[in-house]
């Protein structure tokens, strides 16, 4: 079944795909962008999520299929991905089953396993922390929307415009409290490093300097393994950078998108 999602504009295809407490508006701003700036602006509820049908089992490879799923009722021979967090999961992992189908690759606030250090190790403890801190909270009886009003403060650096936190917290206040839990559960199964030698697209990592969730050194040192990769940091920005500094990221991307392919490398 094909994914729900929101498209606009004309000319080549990005589609971008939010993280675990997003769904298409998460890139609300992007799109507008995008379709303004002459593509065609592709932004997915991934399973689950939205009017998205879920997925068993709720894995990335099941992910990533659906994922294709979309690209080919778009009648897409290839795209450019833009994924945030858990949406540069999905990215990657489409990216090593189906490489030729991905010409263009933007990585923001994500790793490429999701217990990693920095020094390419893992911090398993750090996982099992992040896990247990959001299904302890839905446990304890907090709704979707409360968990938003928790977490989002708490995600974001000094710079952030009020308006992309209330946006962050509108998107984290939609997830069906089902598919978030099961969604944190497929977190901790993914581990694709190995494959980032292996990445023949030019790829953007966009880090923010106060991201606690994906930090600037683990992007850095996934850029570093991507042979034709390029780092940006935003400054004062933490991990929802789309909507912290919409203008910023927006910048950044296009730029990268606009690049003569002969000069990405």
Not at 4 to 32: D, M
Not at 49 to 59: D, F, K, Q, V
Not at 167 to 178: D, G, I, M, R, T
Request: glycine share 10%; charged share 20%; with cysteine.
């Amino acid at each position: 079944m094909i994914p729900a999602f929101s498209i606009l504009g004309s000319g080549p295809t990005v589609i971008l795909l939010h993280g675990i407490g997003g769904g298409h508006t998460a890139f609300a701003p992007q799109v507008e962008t995008l379709a303004g700036a002459g593509y065609r602006a592709v932004a997915w509820d991934m399973p689950g999520y939205g009017r998205s049908a879920p997925i068993e089992p709720y894995t990335f490879k099941g992910l990533a299929q659906r994922l294709l799923d979309l690209i080919d009722a778009l009648r897409c021979d290839q795209v450019t991905l833009v994924g945030h967090s858990m949406g540069g999961m999905v990215a990657q992992e489409l990216v090593a089953r189906k490489p030729e189908r991905v010409n263009r690759l933007v990585l923001c606030g994500t790793s490429a396993a999701f217990a990693q250090r920095s020094d390419g190790g893992q911090a398993n403890d750090w996982a099992q922390r992040f896990i247990a801190q959001r299904t302890g909270l839905l446990d304890a009886g907090l709704s979707m929307e409360q968990l938003a009003q928790r977490l989002i403060p708490q995600m974001v650096g000094p710079g952030a415009l009020p308006e992309g936190l209330r946006l962050a917290e509108f998107c984290l206040a939609q997830v069906p409290s089902a598919t978030y839990r099961r969604a944190l559960g497929a977190l901790v199964s993914f581990n694709r490093q190995r494959e980032l030698g292996q990445i023949g697209a030019p790829t953007l990592l966009i880090s923010g300097e106060f991201d606690r969730v994906a930090t600037p050194a683990v992007m850095r040192q996934m850029a570093a393994a991507i042979p034709l990769a390029r780092y940006a940091e935003m400054r004062g920005i933490g991990h929802l950078m789309n909507l912290e500094a919409p203008d910023t990221f927006d910048d950044l991307l296009l730029e990268f998108l606009r690049e003569p392919p002969g000069r990405l490398h």
